[in-house]
């Protein structure tokens, strides 16, 4: 099982940026395929942006692309999700994921929300116009 510690959420003005991080620990020293994905009130939770193992290779949805990046710090297991040009339709709670079962050196990426099997505990997003 995977332990994922998420912080950084916050509520900014449209145009405003935030950042948000994900540090994955486990009994392991492994290293997961992780995403971030968010969920608006009465809306399913949809993804955001995902990348490899390695984070190498990464995937937007296109709502986000050229205004949010994600980063991958492999040594300290970590995640980032840096938001730029937030817009009111961001706003969200945002939760980090990890999938656990995966080939060493995989470079697969994945997008949909049932491929993680670890899940953080959600940190709110809120974009005022």
């Known amino acids: 099982q995977v332990h994922l510690e998420t912080s950084g959420g916050g509520s900014v003005q449209a145009g405003g940026s935030l950042t948000l991080s994900c540090v994955a620990s486990?009994?392991?020293?492994?290293?997961?395929?992780m995403g971030w994905f968010r969920q608006a009130p009465g809306k399913q939770r949809e993804m955001v942006a995902v990348?490899?193992?390695?984070?190498?290779?990464?995937n937007y949805a296109d709502s986000v692309k050229g205004r949010f990046t994600i980063s991958k710090d492999y040594v300290k297991n970590t995640v980032y999700l840096q938001m730029n040009g937030l817009r009111p339709e961001d706003t969200a709670v945002y939760y980090c994921?990890?999938?656990?079962?995966?080939?060493?050196?995989?470079?697969?990426?994945?997008?949909?929300?049932?491929?993680?099997?670890?899940w953080g505990q959600g940190t709110q997003v809120t974009v005022s116009s």
């Open positions: 486990a009994r392991t020293d492994s290293r997961y395929p």
């Open positions: 990348t490899s193992l390695t984070g190498r290779t990464s």
């Open positions: 994921a990890a999938r656990s079962e995966v080939a060493a050196g995989s470079e697969n990426i994945y997008r949909n929300v049932n491929h993680y099997n670890n």
